[in-house]
């Protein structure tokens, strides 16, 4: 069989890895968006490196935009195929995909408006307005496509190939996906024979969750394989303990809405962040130690996905559920109110009383949060804190506020005075740090079975980082595959 990289190489967005086996089956695990790339984000997007009605199916680690928010596209595009994942990520992919649709064809709206003036008098032939990648309709379109299996069940696509999926701990619906495929073994000198065929055992781990988190289990003991493909997100850094995280976070609200009077704005995903954030405080109201401050999740889809969470409670931590034992509802308590109506998000930006605002993008690119940072100035009050509680990609805005010594910044296209505390807790991550990675990988796999590592989904230093941890681990001939790069297995 061959492995494509076609995306999330050397970079953490547009995960796409095309296995093509000997038998002819051609298998995409994940089809993600690239995502806070400017300008060249579209034509990433549009060039997808392989022809989507020639594709058997789709294998689907889990929901988030830069795993699964090229899906419409590609059916869109000719795509007839299954995409086989969990239910909890079918759920969340229906929410997600239909925000991203919405999202695309309000931007493209905006900017063809933009072009009409600007070209009153357009050239006669010559294109000027864009599309979308595609619709809420071509959502609707793909959701047909989505077949979904539970956790450690092994399952057959086709005759030759069978997968499992084991929790990841990363998100809800979130797997690591293990595929077993019947091939010729090859030998020295690429002979083979039908007594030499076997099952060829290639793991892809999608994005590994934390060794301990509030709302999700830890992840789970994954079959052997021969083969792994493995993230690297955190491939060179550290996460802090856990407790400090919640003391932090107690910290940064005390002394932005109690001491100074201000209001803290925390951008975040609408799926798995915001909700662990909720949890936090919802403990933190519970044990009284949460100031009796209003606390608004403004996003639609952070309360669609809320209601989600709440479908699936075995599927989340042992912690959450001995809190739902005397609490029935761990992502709501009395001073929190989630805000749908568009009305109501802009009234925010007139309140002048303390209060947290939790609301997306987790990277600062676009949605609600950026308007109350921008819109409403919050950027250039001293009283006020910017939280950045997760991972935003270099070129994002989230990333470039958190520049030391930065003083302005433009967005929306003005220049911004920073004078709110930009502030940052890293253990809300979803991502499992080098450590936490290591320990599971090797807890789960006999490293000297291992003929082969890809290192995928971590920016070039963190992906090359991380691939000595796994040699200093023992994992033999460790790569980290560049965009397009074909290897056979």
Known sequence: MKIQFLGATREVTGSKHLITTDSGHTIL??????????????????????????????????????????????????????????PA??????????????????????????????????????????????TQNDVNNAMRHFVTYSYDRCFRLFDDVLLTFTNSGHMLGGAICSLEIYEEEKGPNGCSSPATRRWKRLTYTGDIGRAKSHILPSPQLFPQCDYLICESTYGDRLHDEQLVTEEELLGVVDDTCVYRKGQLLIPSFSVGRTQEIVYVLNQLYNDGRLPHIPVYVDSPMSTNATQIFRMYPDELSEEVQDTMRF????????????????????????????????????????????????????????????????????????ARIQEPGLQWISIFGLDRKIKAQITKIEGFSGHGDYKEMIDYITRSLAVDQVKQVFVVHGEEEAATTYK????????????????????EL
């Not at 089809?31 to 009605?53: H, I, S, V, W």
């Not at 590609?74 to 299954?82: P, Q």
């Not at 649709?101 to 006669?124: G, L, M, S």
């Not at 000595?468 to 790069?485: C, I, N, S």
């Open 29 to 86: 695990l994940d089809c993600g968006m690239y995502q806070g790339k400017g300008l060249e984000t579209d034509a990433d997007n549009r060039d997808l490196g392989f022809d989507p009605a020639q594709l058997d199916c789709v294998v689907l680690s889990h929901a988030h935009i830069d795993h699964s928010g090229l899906i419409p596209y590609i059916v869109k595009k000719g795509f007839k195929g299954d995409v086989f994942c969990t």
């Open 89 to 134: 990520t079918r759920d969340l992919c229906a929410l997600m995909l239909a925000d991203t649709a919405f999202i695309q064809e309000q931007d493209v709206r905006t900017y063809n408006k933009k072009i009409d003036r600007q070209n009153p008098h357009k050239e006669k032939g010559k294109k000027y307005k864009i599309e979308p990648l595609y």
């Open 327 to 398: 609490d029935p509802d761990p992502f709501g308590f009395n001073t929190l109110r989630y805000i749908t109506d568009i009305r109501e998000s802009k009234a925010l930006n007139h309140k002048e009383e303390p209060c947290i605002i939790i609301s997306a993008s987790g990277m600062l690119e676009a949605g609600r949060i950026k308007h109350h940072v921008a819109v409403a100035n919050h950027i250039s009050d001293p009283r006020c804190t910017i939280l950045i509680v997760g991972y935003c990609a270099p070129t994002t805005l989230g």
């Open 468 to 487: 000595g941890h796994l040699e200093d681990a023992g994992f033999r001939q460790v790569t980290v595959p560049e965009k397009g790069q074909i290897i």
